[in-house]
């Protein structure tokens, strides 16, 4: 079954919310009417997702909520997030250590015991009652491994500031939202199918076992939720009990999450406790006051919800590293895209006179990064910015800017990444 573009499957969406033929509990009707671009013109502009969290007072090793420990020479504390020092990647092979990958939490991580946790699987969407599965229930399921990367749509947002003077709302991510891990788990279209999905069933709401998120303005919007188009949940999602070879920690979902490749992380529900199969069209906080692009390039009732991933690359060097004058030495970096694998790395260390092509030591992957490096022997001391530009499978390559958009996501221009030739 096709993906339906995302828009059209939206305008569709939305006018039969307009028609009472679609469910939206806990979404705020003017977030709805914003959509339709009844009130555009007066609709102010989401805060919730603002950084300021009192988790920001927390010691730089530790973040209120994380369960894992976060050596600073991995992680950087954002509010309740972690994010991973791109550094820390080099030399770490082609899967992220489980110990070194990125943490968003909206809220904290839960205590789940994995002998109670079931999976329930409901709605309007299936030809009978709910369906109720164990972990056991999912372990005698046929298994699948798939590698992916999972990345914060706002993975880059800081570089809207600090590269294009531009203010955006939400965690000033650098490059580090992102990590790549073998799932293994079991096809969500088989317990799907098991459930007794039918076929007008339209969209699939996975639901996270975590407190409900209460915006700094103190709204509560629910347990995290956000819904699929059914095409994508039967298409390659995972839900996922082991992440490289271990069983899923819980900082990362223990004891099952909902893996969506080559998608916003967002969709990669973690802690899933049950999902929603509707033959109405869905809607929540997650696909409508955020994960939509508002800004001046942007249509004024917003973007349709996001799905795929942007291009990016980072380069595996501390900001403004210093390297010695006269020295080669070997620039190492990663890039991906959402749109398929990379095919090409380019580096500038003139400000984009000339490129030179990197190594790939990767093959292009889909929902994967590729590894790269690139020698340099820097001969002027002093400062230096290094580029790097990442071309994918659809020939598109990175630009030098991306056009602003409110809350900061789906950064993908070239980053300018300061060093130090001393
Ligand atoms: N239940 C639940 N699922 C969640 C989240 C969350 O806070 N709660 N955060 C989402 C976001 S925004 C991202 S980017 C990814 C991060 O996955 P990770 O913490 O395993 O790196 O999980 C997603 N799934
Ligand atoms: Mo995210």
């Known amino acids: 079954m096709p993906v339906t573009p995302e828009h059209r499957y939206d305008q569709l969406r939305l006018r039969q919310w307009l028609d009472g033929r679609a469910r939206a509990d806990g979404v705020a009707r003017r977030d709805l009417f914003r959509l339709l671009g009844a009130s555009a013109a007066l609709s102010a502009l989401p805060t919730a997702l603002q950084s300021a969290l009192p988790g920001a007072a927390a010691p730089a090793h530790a973040a209120a909520g994380i369960r894992k420990p976060l050596p600073p020479e991995w992680f950087t504390v954002r509010g309740t997030n972690a994010e991973t020092k791109f550094d820390a990647l080099a030399g770490t092979g082609y899967h992220t250590p489980n110990e070194r990958f990125f943490v968003r939490n909206h809220t904290s991580t839960p205590a789940l015991d994995p002998a109670d946790w079931t999976l329930t699987v409901w709605g309007s969407g299936l030809r009978g009652d709910p369906a109720v599965f164990g972990l056991d229930d999912l372990r005698a399921l046929p298994t699948v491994t798939r590698s992916a990367v999972v990345e914060c749509a706002g993975n880059g947002r800081s570089l809207f500031a600090s590269q294009q003077g531009q203010s955006v709302s939400g965690t000033a991510w650098t490059l580090g939202a992102i990590g790549a891990a ?233 980053v300018r990444h300061p060093v130090t030739v001393t």
């Open 182 to 414: 073998r799932w293994r788990g079991v096809r969500l279209a088989d317990v799907l199918r098991r459930a007794g999905i039918r076929r007008d069933a339209v969209d699939v709401m996975p639901r996270g076992l975590d407190a409900e998120y209460v915006t700094p303005d103190g709204a509560s919007l629910g347990r995290v939720r956000r819904p699929l188009p059914v095409a994508k949940a039967l298409d390659d999602v995972v839900l996922a009990y082991e992440m490289n070879g271990e069983a899923l920690p819980p900082d990362h979902g223990s004891p099952v999450r909902v893996v969506v490749p080559s998608w916003v992380g967002i969709a990669s529900v973690k802690w899933v406790g049950d999902v929603e199969v509707s033959a109405e069209p869905l809607y929540s906080p997650w696909n409508t006051a955020f994960y939509r692009l508002w800004g001046p390039t942007h249509p004024a009732e917003g973007s349709p919800p996001l799905t795929r991933q942007t291009l990016k690359t980072a380069i595996e060097l501390p900001w403004n590293a210093s390297l010695p004058a006269g020295e080669r030495h070997r620039v190492t970096g990663r890039s991906w895209s959402g749109a398929g694998g990379v095919v090409r790395v380019e580096t500038s260390v003139d400000g984009g006179h000339h490129w030179r092509s990197a190594r790939l030591l990767d093959p292009p992957r889909r929902a994967g990064w590729v590894r790269w490096h690139a020698d340099w022997r820097p001969a002027v001391p002093g400062p230096a910015v290094l580029l790097a530009r990442a071309t994918d499978t659809t020939g598109r390559t990175q630009p030098l800017s991306t056009a602003h958009n409110t809350q900061g996501y789906l950064f993908d221009a070239v």
